[in-house]
């Protein structure tokens, strides 16, 4: 079934119909806000000194297939999986002891687990803590079956993108099997396109309902005399995805009426501060565009502070540090952030030792925790010899690998037959930095066409990755859990041949699913 339902999808375009939808999809993308910032390299800074164009993000013109039984698995596992990522970050000793032996080798965990350090010991001023995650993954065809399982990729606990213009697709997608309404025509036929919907996508209202969760929860103003309260959104500088996160700010004041205020990271010191004199260290928040209305942060949301390039400078540190000692509620904390590491999906996929899912998850079904754990591909530790060297050092064997270093953004992977070369070429103390991971292998045969940022249409087989969002709020000290939601998703495609998967590094589109 599955190989027959790829083999004739989508079906093919003419120039006219091509035609047709490009422009379609084109005009709805900038009328809708399914818009980026453009690339430097296609809109170069003298064309747009004043950086006021946009285009469209790069998306498919048709949803794809993708597998009914996998979409609801994941679905359905998600609070599972808010619960136990807040678990983890709940058990400290744990985290420490696996982030010993990557201090050494690893500056960027280092200077993490620095500030969590310093701010543990002058005390949390916040207990609370706020996860927006999304969990990856992709269908995997076994060899020895027909049926596709659910495998993930990996588990995203900070600046989860896509939210917002992954909902948006999803609307252009159902706008295009419905059109014009009652005798739909903007697709040539197919019974996949006949019959099929696109599943609801709530990605933006969930986010935006976990974020002012943690706004209500945070309660009234610490200062004296008590001030308004506000969301703070913290941003790289550059960044080319903002109405990804505008679509979240906008949900917040319109739906939530909470006011949300952005700040470049390299601008927090400036425009932030907390109170000597006040033992709550509530986080004062100054717009520049109005200097003489402070608000009280209740809640930092981060779009940044995820990649070593965004801590050029010590500055950066402090300022990182000084929102984690800070009263605001973090999404997320540092500690939520360091458990997001890849060692860490690679130790609870670790079928030998302790069994930390069924620890982790002790009044969860069992019958639960086995689902979630069939979600998981083989991993393997490489700081030592055994299993994980053997498979990374022998080419035939690398070939089924990817190798993953502990860092989150895309473009950090290394893959297949370039694993053993490139372990050889650096020292054998630092391979503990990398974890290896089998290789996922989704259905084959998958095809469509997508219009990117400048315009290209590229058509051809291709590889999807299900993201799928939940947010949670805990308390931190004794783990209580205030909310914890399941809704909306990311269909993201890429090009088959193509290794790496990020929309925002350039090498995937944005899509939607056609459930089979
Ligand atoms: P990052 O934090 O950089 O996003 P990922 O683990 O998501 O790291 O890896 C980046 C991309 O590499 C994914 O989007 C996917 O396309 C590809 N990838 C990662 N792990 C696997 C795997 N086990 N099998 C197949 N492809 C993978
Ligand atoms: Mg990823």
């Given at each position: 079934?599955?190989?027959?339902?790829?083999?004739?999808?989508?079906?093919?375009l003419?120039?006219?119909?091509?035609?047709?939808?490009?422009?379609?999809?084109?005009?709805w993308?900038?009328?809708?806000?399914?818009?980026v910032?453009?690339?430097p390299?296609?809109?170069?800074k003298?064309?747009d000194?004043h950086?006021?164009?946009?285009?469209?993000a790069?998306?498919?013109?048709?949803p794809?297939?993708?597998?009914?039984?996998?979409?609801?698995?994941?679905?359905?596992?998600?609070?599972?999986?808010?619960?136990?990522?807040?678990a983890?970050?709940?058990?400290?000793?744990?985290?420490g002891k696996?982030?010993?032996?990557?201090?050494?080798?690893?500056?960027?965990?280092?200077?993490?687990?620095?500030?969590?350090?310093?701010?543990?010991k002058?005390?949390?001023?916040?207990?609370?803590?706020l996860?927006?995650?999304?969990?990856?993954?992709?269908?995997?065809?076994?060899?020895?079956?027909?049926?596709?399982?659910?495998?993930?990729?990996?588990f995203?606990?900070?600046s989860?993108?896509?939210?917002?213009?992954?909902?948006?697709?999803?609307?252009l997608?159902?706008?295009l099997?419905?059109s014009?309404?009652?005798?739909?025509?903007?697709?040539?036929?197919?019974?996949l396109?006949?019959?099929?919907?696109?599943?609801?996508?709530?990605a933006?209202?969930?986010?935006?309902?976990?974020?002012?969760?943690?706004?209500?929860?945070?309660?009234?103003?610490?200062?004296?005399?008590?001030?308004p309260?506000?969301?703070?959104?913290v941003?790289?500088?550059n960044?080319?995805?903002?109405?990804?996160?505008?679509?979240?700010?906008?949900?917040?004041?319109?739906?939530?009426?909470?006011?949300?205020?952005?700040?470049?990271?390299?601008?927090?010191?400036?425009?932030?501060?907390?109170?000597?004199?006040?033992?709550?260290?509530?986080?004062?928040?100054?717009p520049?565009?109005?200097?003489d209305?402070?608000?009280e942060?209740?809640?930092v949301y981060?779009?940044?502070?995820?990649?070593?390039?965004?801590?050029k400078?010590?500055?950066?540190?402090?300022?990182?540090?000084?929102?984690?000692?800070?009263?605001?509620?973090?999404?997320?904390?540092?500690?939520?952030?360091?458990?997001?590491?890849?060692?860490?999906?690679?130790?609870?996929?670790?079928?030998?030792g302790?069994?930390?899912l069924?620890?982790?998850?002790?009044?969860?079904?069992?019958?639960i925790?086995?689902?979630?754990?069939?979600?998981?591909?083989?991993?393997?530790?490489?700081?030592?010899?055994?299993?994980?060297?053997?498979?990374?050092?022998?080419?035939?064997?690398?070939?089924?690998?990817?190798?993953?270093?502990?860092?989150?953004?895309?473009?950090?992977?290394?893959y297949?037959?370039?694993?053993p070369?490139?372990?050889?070429?650096?020292?054998?103390?630092?391979w503990?930095?990398?974890?290896?991971?089998?290789?996922?292998?989704?259905?084959?045969a998958?095809?469509?066409?997508?219009?990117?940022?400048?315009?290209?249409?590229?058509?051809?087989?291709?590889?999807?990755?299900?993201?799928?969002?939940?947010?949670?709020?805990?308390?931190?000290k004794?783990?209580?859990?205030?909310?914890?939601?399941?809704?909306?998703?990311?269909?993201?495609?890429?090009?088959?041949?193509?290794?790496?998967?990020?929309?925002?590094?350039?090498?995937?589109?944005?899509?939607?699913?056609?459930?089979?």
């Open positions: 079934m599955a190989d027959s339902i790829y083999a004739d999808y989508p079906p093919t003419n120039p006219a119909q091509k035609e047709f939808l490009v422009n379609t999809v084109k005009d993308a900038t009328q809708n806000g399914l818009v910032r453009p690339a390299a296609f809109v170069s003298d064309t000194s950086g006021v164009l946009a285009t469209n790069p998306v498919t013109l048709f794809s297939p993708f597998p009914k039984a996998c979409f609801e698995e994941a679905k359905a596992l998600q609070t599972v999986y808010n619960k136990l990522y807040a983890i970050t709940c058990n400290e000793e744990w985290i696996i982030m010993e032996d990557l201090i050494d080798v690893d500056d960027f965990i280092s200077n993490l687990w620095k500030v969590h350090l310093a701010v543990e002058e005390g949390y001023a916040q207990t609370l803590s996860g927006l995650y999304r969990s990856d993954y992709m269908a995997h065809a076994p060899a020895n079956s027909t049926t596709p399982e659910l495998k993930q990729v990996e995203n606990t900070i989860s993108s896509f939210g917002g213009l992954s909902s948006l697709v999803a609307s997608h159902s706008e099997l419905s014009p309404p009652g005798n739909p025509i903007a697709y040539p036929p197919h019974f396109l006949k019959s099929g919907t696109v599943p609801e996508n709530t933006v209202e969930t986010l935006s309902a976990g974020l002012a969760e943690a706004h209500t929860a945070y309660g009234p103003s610490r200062s004296q005399p008590s001030l309260t506000c969301i703070l959104f941003v790289q500088e960044e080319r995805n903002v109405f990804d996160q505008h679509a979240l700010s906008r949900q917040l004041t319109k739906v939530h009426k909470i006011p949300v205020f952005r700040v470049l990271s390299t601008e927090l010191l400036d425009h932030t501060s907390i109170p000597s004199s006040n033992p709550s260290r509530p986080l004062i928040y100054r520049p565009h109005a200097q209305t402070p608000f942060v209740t809640t981060l779009r940044c502070f995820y990649t070593p390039s965004d801590y400078s010590d500055r950066d540190w402090q300022a990182r540090t000084h929102i984690e000692r800070s009263a605001a509620i973090k999404c997320p904390t540092v500690l939520n952030q360091l458990v997001g590491s890849k060692i860490v999906q690679q130790v609870l996929a670790t079928t030998t302790p069994d930390h069924t620890s982790f998850l002790a009044d969860t079904d069992p019958s925790i086995e689902r979630l754990r069939s979600t998981f591909a083989p991993q393997y530790d490489l700081s030592v010899s055994g299993k994980g060297r053997e498979l990374a050092l022998n080419p035939s064997t690398a070939e089924n690998h990817v190798l993953k270093p502990q860092r989150e953004g895309g473009g950090n992977n290394i297949k037959t370039a694993i070369d490139f372990l050889n070429s650096i020292p054998e103390n630092e503990k930095r990398w974890i290896l991971m089998e290789l996922i292998h989704p259905p084959a998958a095809k469509n066409v997508a219009l990117r940022s400048d315009g290209e249409v590229l058509g051809g087989g291709v590889i999807g990755e299900l993201g799928v969002y939940g947010t949670i709020l805990w308390d931190q004794g783990g209580k859990i205030h909310h914890n939601e399941q809704g909306g998703w990311l269909m993201r495609t890429k090009a088959e041949g193509v290794n790496e998967g990020g929309v925002a590094t350039g090498f995937s589109s944005l899509d939607s699913v056609i459930l089979f």
